[in-house]
């Protein structure tokens, strides 16, 4: 399967196919449900969505990889010489990560300020822990979710101007992430993060000593819940917003977008589901609706590909 891809996007060099193998590994093992989206692509987009994916991945593993020996200053220092390797170019043939992601990133001519940006955001991960209101919150996101809906871009295709796309990735890529910050908040917290905003919080009289209390109480109370259900609703206008745009991508793309967007806000009605106990659960998607949704959009992604076939 993956030959048959790399084959697709037209990669022939012996080690940039270990690269993009490499990614699509680290998709499968830590993207379960973007893995399975992914699945909805043509072939040939697959492997460099892996490998935007995988980059993500390895700025990740530099924030919150729970090496004791890792301290702030050395996560400064490997997030500043991810960034340094990616921007000076090469073939970084000893990475295959940066291999994969700097091939990609030339063969989509993807705006290098979207990189500048995700980096940016994941600098803020070591010294920011709580965000005052939403404007802070959304520069944040900007490029910690946002750059990557707007990397996407090129690979997906669109039947409009980039430009006019553009507003929908974002939002699609920050429903993602409002989605993550409610399932995740007692992981979170105990990293010692707060990713809500501190004022709307506190207008249900909600700090970070309540959530403590219900992060070490596995409990949800009244107040916290009140709370979090004004966030959750923030979300769904967001993922009705981007779920506008899905019109505007390649016909080819809109099936694994679209089954994205059910699924990833699936973990929104989970959570809801629960009465919003996320101090005592992890809220997830199901392993047979998974695969309902998915294999819905899998009937739409071949049919849009034979139609593209029969329209060439």
Known sequence: MIRSELDAAGIDDPRLRDAYRRCREINAAHGRTFFLATRLLAPDQRPPVHALYGFARYADDILDDFNPHWTIDVRTIRLRELGDRFFAGGDHHKDPVLAAVSDTARSYDIDAALFDDFLASMRMDLSITDYPDREALNRYMRGSAEAIGLQLLPILGTVCSVAEAAPYAAALGRAFQLTNFLRDIDEDLMRGRIYLPADELASFCVDRDVLMWCHHNHRTDTWVRSAL??????????????????????????????????????????????????????????????????????????????GETGAA
Request: proline share 3%; charged share 25%.
């Open 229 to 306: 259900a004004a966030q959750h609703e923030i979300a769904r206008q967001t993922y009705r917003f981007a779920a506008e745009g899905i019109a505007l991508l390649a016909p080819r793309s809109r099936p694994c977008v679209a089954t994205a967007l059910t699924l990833y806000s699936g973990i929104l009605d989970n959570i809801e589901d629960s009465d919003f106990a996320v101090f005592s659960r992890r809220a997830t998607v199901g392993t047979t609706r998974r695969l309902r949704v998915a294999g819905a959009g899998l009937f739409r992604a071949w049919r849009a590909r034979v």
